[in-house]
Structures are given as structure tokens and as C-alpha cells.
């Protein structure tokens, strides 16, 4: 028999999706370090409530400047796409952390990943908020089972974060990343204007003269995180992310590197998911 | 190595994207046919305030069940997506219409693109929208040059409008489509629910059953349309799509077939417009 | 300015690849249940000589109608692919292996993956086959480690394997799967010619069928295993893959079903492995 | 009725594809500029002998180093994936003219696309060999109807001929194109080896150099062409074609870019058809 009552099919199914929806959680926490209240959001996968004793890989996905921790949901839908590839198989069940490293950058708002002066927020991600929330959420919370991922500040978030804590992460995907700055004597004079404070910082974690500098050791570590890092053919960051992967191949780290259609936009970042999740899944241990 | 300053471009480029940057309007027209007005979006492609005497292809893009003439935007975003497809030239520019047949299917509003009893939207379609959209905007208006596209209800009314009109369109791209409904003595009786009414008038307009009496003129007919049908292998309309597309393969109809991973939901359907769009640029006439 | 001399590295590179080729193999035994040599190839993965102690996931990828151990390779190209695919590392090491399950359907040699009379081949696999390359080469050898695919006869005999063996595979992919047949009783009185041998046993053991008079204990048995059915649009066998595909639905077996552009021929399964391999490396168990 | 006789149908569609088959020709002339017999391939689609009042679009596709005009059938199967692109409407009827600029570079076998000292292929090409078969098979013969596209060696080809001559191609696709060389004094000074000249050519016909010194109005007419370089990640030309596109951007001349998975090998190129067919032919007149 060919056909159905579809409508009342119709509205469920409307409603739940492939039966792999997940939950987004907005949390938030008291931070020491940076004398504030931190917030963020979080994917948790489907069955999380009910397997009360299973443990999960994390993935942290930071966004970029002006943005916050709801603009990966807000504008990327990240939600919809990580049901879907879990669903699938191309992903596996994760938890999904989305800090707050910013918002508008107006003069009373900072934004960045890295210690400036009156906002030490690499100190505040790794002492205190990565712990808080692989203790509060169910997370394994060793290295084979963590990655990172961002979008332009938070692609260059990424790399340097990996880039310095290369034990901590077993992969790193940026899109469109931050990865270098050049500045101005202007811009080092400027003490008001936090683009420029944050420009500087940039400037100074350059993830590019990072591996210039990098020592046989230091390559040795970076070689035990995989690294992809997908750019859009008409992005104004698109020189950095070829530097940054001509060091790498120098260097004789395996990196991944695509350039895709697009500009610096959200649809470049909501269709690179189905590029990272499937990645970061299956370079978690196993 | 090559350092810049982005910081301003950055701000220039996410306002501008790539440059080809299309316009939305919404749009409303005092129907005579149904008396009520009626709202309509309309994407207007780069240039077109500028090229003043250029005529453009038009594309008919109908929404869903519940939705209006805001969804394929608000829910969809296809306007990112047309943008970067026109700029890359994987769809040519043109003009897209998003009517509007419905809204939330309460007991006091209408949806559906046939016509029905108090209802009378396909009369309206065709006598009062098309002429009326076509003469205001600079749309070229020949069926080499027209295309119609939809989602769910609206891609059942896609094809239907093709089999009762092959004349007008050029091609079809039907996603999820709402293609044959069964119907209950109880749905028959029911005059008040305007659900039952639709799934009634879906029923009556069965694509399917249109393609099992047609004879070989309007076989004919139907060649002179390129079709695209196009629905997830969770999707629970897919047999009536799998059935749809059995039957043009006996009356012998090119038709194309696809079915991706996914459900009825609007991550399938924007990713739709990476399909649809660049298949109906491709069909329109030279 | 950044120049090099490409020259030879171009020679070294074009013979390398990158770096991740693995090697082809064809090897044979002597069947006691056939009473003949059987041929077979087989992939194994880039390091296999070197790391002496790694056993290694396994799929078994099957050749269709009038083709021999040789296809994949010769008409395929599975190499080159897979290569690439572990190189980036959507595909995960593992060893392929090829039988060889037919030739020139002349009246002087059998075809088929079913038993039939004179030709016990699903016999000699399981029995025979199975173990001895499993032995011979450095397989994990169960079913979290072994999957099954094929394209056309050898889709069939893929998802018929998987249906009369659940518990021996961790996942099925079938290309364009012959998965049932309609016999006419001329094709079932003749007893010389092999094709209407073969074609009454692919009758005989329909997975569609098979499905439909599946008791609730086999339906959880199948569910055991990973399902992914895969056809193109003008494919003549089209109809049978989605009544299987309806059946897995009706049955409640999870089953990832894709309908992509294209026919029955070669480019269809050369581009299925970008599909095929992935699928079975990530359903490997841990 | 589920059920059919699929073996004549299958014997049949083996054969006969979706109908849309062209045909491959291998023919020859005379040339007086290189006082040699040059062998090359045609492509001719679907119709061709039957309407035999049409002209057609045409696409010089070019082999790489070491290769022949046999290459692109032989190793990259350009066949069966433009006939399936017709078929589906995403690549227009167009004959393909495969020449020979080469075969093994033994010290007896030139190759290469420029003008070398006892070689003049670039004279050969545009004065003899683009008129000939312009006027032997039923080609458009205009700018707006002929494109060029290569890999290696023959995408560095592709490239220049539209640098050097803007007027006579519409679009342009290179795959790992071979678009600078280093040279040492010793390569200059070597008058023997065919490889040393090779190169020598390519450096002194780089089409780098070329943007570099490009003047206004050479812009200008590069901006009538449609560009696209596509070149994998792990190419060993990588990062000429980088610096290609940067300095398009810095021209301010539109141009796709591309950085998909892969080395320099055929899967690569292979795959890259899906790309580039679609491309020439969106970018060819109405």
C-alpha cells in the first residue's frame, strides 16, 4: 500500500527530527581570574540524560570577534547540523562547549583568547573554565578525547591554543582563522581602543612566526595534534591560512588544508561543520 | 612575510560579503480573487537598480505547510546562499518570488496552492500574482525563463502547477515534496478543519495519479519541463517522491532523482539551494 | 619569490603519492568445496610489511555480474582512493579483500555468491575462504572488525550475507545491489544456461522477501548491523533498492538509503567508494 | 508490478550508459611548423553525426609532462564523466579536442606548450592546429565558445595561452598547474636534455611573472577571461598556484580558487572534471 496518513506524521516528526536531537544548555560561571560572570552554551548529545553513567568526548567551539557564546546556535545553527551527522554516524555523540570570549567590542566590552592586561583569558580558559565544566559535565577529559575548533578569532583561538598546549587536544579545525596580525605603531600606542589591544594580541600569538621559531621538540608535539585548516577562496585572512600551511608542511606536520567557495560569512562557517565535526570525531580515541 | 591591516577590511568585508550582494523587498497586492491582501518577498539580484533596462529569469520559491512568504528567508537564509551562487556563477541572477499561501493553519487562515471552496489560490496564482509580479518587476516573463521551486506542500504545488501549466515553466525542482495524501471518509466530511480541507485538496491534485492518466500528448507536454526531484532517505514522504518518480520513468519523462541523508526539516532544504538554484539557472533559455 | 626545483620531486612525488600508498596483492587457494583454484586480491594498507605485529579491520568488497577479483582495481581504481582516503585519514587502515565469484558468464563458468547446484560459493566463503584468508593475512577477524560491500550481483550478495550472517559483520554497503529478480518458468526449466541459474537464485534468495518474512528476533539480529544502500537515479535496478529500503523501515532496521546521479556503470561505484569506505571504517568497532 | 526481467536490461545498459554517449575519435594532420605528424583525441557528444547543421562549443584540454593526447581518456577517464554531466544537464554538448604536446621525455621526445628553440608548439598550436580542427569538426569557433583547461604542465599551458591570448577564450581551468619553475645556471647551459629546456621554458613564460608586470590595459583584457585554479593540499605546485591567485586578487582580477584533497595524481584530476566541465560550460556564450 502506497499511501498514509502523513499530516499527524507530519507534525510529529516536524517536532523531533531524526529522533537525534540533542539539547543546547546555557550555563554560565563566577570567574575569579577575570572578575566576572562568564556564560556559555552547550550541546548535549541525545541520551545524555538517560545514560547517566556514560562519559564524552568534548568538543570546544569558539567563536569570533563581536560575537558571543550563542552565535554558533544563533547564526551558525550548529544544532541542527550535529544532529543530523550524529544521526548519521559521521559524527560521534560529543558534548559541544561554547564560551564567551567577547561580544560587541565597544570600550567597555574585551574580546579576545589570549592574556591582555586586565583580561588574562587564556589563564581563565585553561585554570579555570575547562576544568569547571569537564567537572560539572559528564566529559572523559583527556587529550584523545578533547579538540578545538573556531571561527576567524576563534580559528586563530584554536591554533594557538593547540600550538601551546599541543597535550591537551587530539585536533584542531580552523575556519577562516585569525592566524596573524600586522600593527601599527599607532595601534601599539593606543591603550583605550580594545580592537587595537586585541589586534596587538593577536599580533604577538602569531601562529605562523610561532612555528618559524619552533625547535625540533616543539615540532615533535605539534605532530601529535591533526590540524585542518579550511579558508574561503575570497576571504581577506585567506594569505595567513596559506602561510600558516607553508610552515606546516616545512615543518613536516601533517596538515590538512582546504580552500572552499566563500567569503568570511556564516554560511562559510555553517557548512564548514560538516567538514569539522566528522574530523575532530574521528581523530578522537578510541 | 606579508602583513596587513585587516581590521578595517574586516569590518568592510562582513557588511559587503563578496560583492554580489542581492536586495530583499517585501512586497503586498490587494487580491481581488481571494479579497484579502496578499505579502510576498522578492530577491532582486546585485545591479538591479543600476541596470535599469535589464529584464531577469524569475524563480517561484514556495514555502511549506504553516509557513508564509518570510520562511524560505527566516528559516532558509537563502539569500547567503543565491548570493554566493550568483557571485561564483553556479546560478545566474535573477529575480525570486516568495508567495505567500498560508500562514499557521488555525481555524481562520487558509493554506494551500489549489483551489479550494472560499479559497480560490491557484486562480489567484496564475490570473492575478504572476501578471501582477511580472509587470512590476523587470522580469523577462517566457517560459524559458520561469522556473518554480518548493519545499514540502509547496513542492507538491511545484509539480502540480507544471502538469497543469507546461507551458509556462521551464523546470521544476520539487524538495520533500507533499506529491499525494490519503484521505479518510472523516477528512471527507470535515468542512470546518482547514487541514483536512488541504490534505483533501492534495489528495484531488495527486501528482502521482495526474502522471497515471496522462496521455501521450500530455506526456508531451511534460517533456518540454526539466524536473528535479529531491527528498531524504528519513523523510516520511519519500514513497510518495519514490512514486512520483517511478511513474515518469514509465511514461518515459526525464526527470532527476536524488535522495540525500536527512529528514523534513529546513537544514535539507537550505542546502536544497545549492542544488536547485544552479539546476533551474542551467534550464532557463539563452 | 618562492621557486623551487620541481623537477624532481614532480618524478619522486608522481611515483609516491603521498606517502600513504598501500599494495595490491593477488593471491589464490585451492577450494576443496569448489573443486577449483579461486583467485582473489588483496589491498593491504601502507606499513603492513613494516608493522609485523598489527592486525588489521577487514572488508570484503565484491565484484558483479561477468567481472572476476580483477574489477575493483582495474575498473574501479579502488587504490588509488583508498590511498587517499587513509592518507587523510577518512578511512581507516585496513586490509580488502577481493574474490572472485565469477568471469565471462559462458556456458563453462558459474556466477553467483548464493548456493546453487555444482556451484556452492556462499559455502565455500563462510567455510572455506573466509578462514583461510583471515589466517593468512593479519585480520582481527570479528565482527566488529569485518564489513561486507559489492556492487550490482555483488551488492545482492553483500546484504544477503549480512542477512543470513548478522553476526559477522559490522556493517553492509550495497552499489546498486541486485537485490531481487523476477524469474519467468522458461528461465526456470532451463538448467544449462548459468544466467538463468544465476538469476533464479538471486530469485531464491530476494532480500526483499526475506525482510517481509522477517520474525521480530531476526529484525533485532539485523539491527546488529550498519546499513547503506546505494543507487543511481537511472539505474535499472532502482525500484528493488527502494522496496528495500521501504522494507528496512516498515522492519524498524535503521538503514542509510542514497539515490545519487548516474546509471549502472563504473563511475557510479568508482565515486561510491568515497561513500563506501568512510561508512565501514567508522562502523569498525573501537 | 515490482518485479522485471533486469538481465536484457542489464546487458543492454551496460553497453548503452543513460543514452547520452559521445563518442571518442583519435585523429591527426600534417604539421608544417613542427615538420611532424601530431596525433590528438576528440571527444564529439551524443547527436553529433545526427544534427548535422550544429556547431558546437569547444574545450582544449591538455595533458600534462610525459603524457600524451590519449592521457586524459586512458588515465582520467574523461569519457564516461562528461557523457553522465550531459546527461544531467550540468555540462553542455561540446566537442573536446585533446592534442599532444609530448610523450616520454627522452632526449628524442619533445614536450611542452611554449615556443623552445627547434619546438615552436606554441606557433604550431594558434596558426595550424586550432584552424585545422576549428574547421575539420563543427566547432563555433568564437571566443564566447571556446575554452582551455589542462593539468600540470598542461594547466600552466591553459594558462598562459589565455594570458598571451585573452581574445580567443572565454574561461580557463587549472589543475595543479605547473605555473613557475626555478632554474639553476646548469639547467640553462644544458642544450641537450629536453626536461632542462622544458623547464626553462615554463620559468621564462611564468605566468606569475606575468601579473607582476601586467599593465593596465592587460588587466583589462584578463578580465574578459573567467579563471579557476584548483590544486591539492598536498600538491608539490602548491604554492605557485597560491601565489597565482594572490596576485589575480592583487590585479583585481576575479578568479576561483580551489584547494581540494589531494597530490598530484590522476584521482585528482579524474575528480576534477566534475569541476571544471561545469564551469567552461556555464562560462561559454548563449
Same mark, same amino acid.
Not at 4 to 23: F, T
Given at each position: 500500500m502506497r499511501k $498514509?496518513?502523513?499530516?499527524?506524521? /507530519?507534525? !510529529?516528526? @516536524? &517536532?523531533? *527530527?531524526?529522533?537525534?536531537?540533542?539539547?543546547?544548555v546555557t550555563d554560565s560561571l563566577q570567574s575569579q581570574v577575570l572578575g566576572a560572570v562568564r556564560h556559555?552554551?552547550?550541546?548535549?548529545?541525545?541520551?545524555?540524560?538517560?545514560?547517566?553513567?556514560r562519559q564524552y568526548p568534548v568538543l570546544y567551539l569558539?567563536?569570533?570577534?563581536?560575537?558571543t557564546h550563542t552565535g554558533w546556535e544563533k547564526n551558525g545553527r550548529m544544532k541542527i547540523v550535529i544532529d543530523e551527522l550524529i544521526g548519521s554516524g559521521e559524527c560521534v555523540p560529543m558534548i559541544v562547549i561554547m564560551p564567551e570570549a567577547g561580544g560587541q567590542p565597544t570600550s567597555t566590552v574585551w574580546n579576545g583568547y589570549f592574556n591582555m592586561e586586565g583580561w588574562p583569558y587564556e589563564r581563565f580558559f585553561f585554570?579555570?573554565?575547562l576544568p569547571h565544566v569537564e567537572k560539572k559535565y559528564r566529559i572523559i577529559g583527556d $587529550?584523545?578525547?578533547?579538540?578545538? /575548533?573556531? !571561527?576567524? @578569532? &576563534?580559528? *586563530?583561538?584554536?591554533?594557538?591554543?593547540?600550538?601551546?598546549?599541543?597535550?591537551?587536544?587530539s585536533s584542531c579545525y580552523a575556519l577562516s582563522g585569525w592566524l596573524d596580525q600586522a600593527v601599527s605603531d599607532e595601534m601599539r600606542k593606543n591603550t583605550t581602543s580594545k580592537h587595537a589591544i586585541v589586534s596587538c594580541s593577536v599580533h604577538d600569538h602569531s601562529a605562523i612566526e610561532f612555528l618559524r621559531k619552533a625547535d625540533d621538540?616543539?615540532?615533535?608535539?605539534?605532530?601529535?595534534?591533526?590540524?585542518?585548516?579550511?579558508?574561503?577562496?575570497?576571504?581577506f585572512l585567506l594569505e595567513f591560512n596559506e602561510d600558516f600551511h607553508r610552515e606546516m608542511r616545512r615543518a613536516g606536520?601533517?596538515?590538512?588544508?582546504?580552500v572552499r567557495n566563500g567569503v568570511h560569512n556564516w554560511e562559510y562557517w555553517h557548512t564548514g561543520l560538516r567538514w569539522?565535526?566528522?574530523?575532530?570525531?574521528?581523530?578522537f580515541g578510541k
Open positions: $498514509k496518513l502523513v499530516l499527524l506524521a /507530519s507534525v !510529529l516528526l @516536524m &517536532g523531533l *527530527g531524526s529522533g537525534h536531537a540533542g539539547r543546547l556559555y552554551n552547550v550541546y548535549l548529545p541525545n541520551g545524555y540524560e538517560k545514560e547517566t553513567d569558539l567563536h569570533g570577534l563581536s560575537d585554570e579555570e573554565f $587529550k584523545e578525547h578533547r579538540a578545538v /575548533s573556531g !571561527l576567524s @578569532m &576563534g580559528g *586563530g583561538g584554536s591554533v594557538v591554543y593547540c600550538q601551546r598546549h599541543p597535550e591537551m587536544f621538540a616543539t615540532k615533535q608535539k605539534l605532530r601529535t595534534v591533526r590540524w585542518f585548516i579550511d579558508c574561503g577562496d575570497d576571504d606536520i601533517p596538515c590538512e588544508f582546504r569539522s565535526l566528522p574530523f575532530v570525531s574521528r581523530n
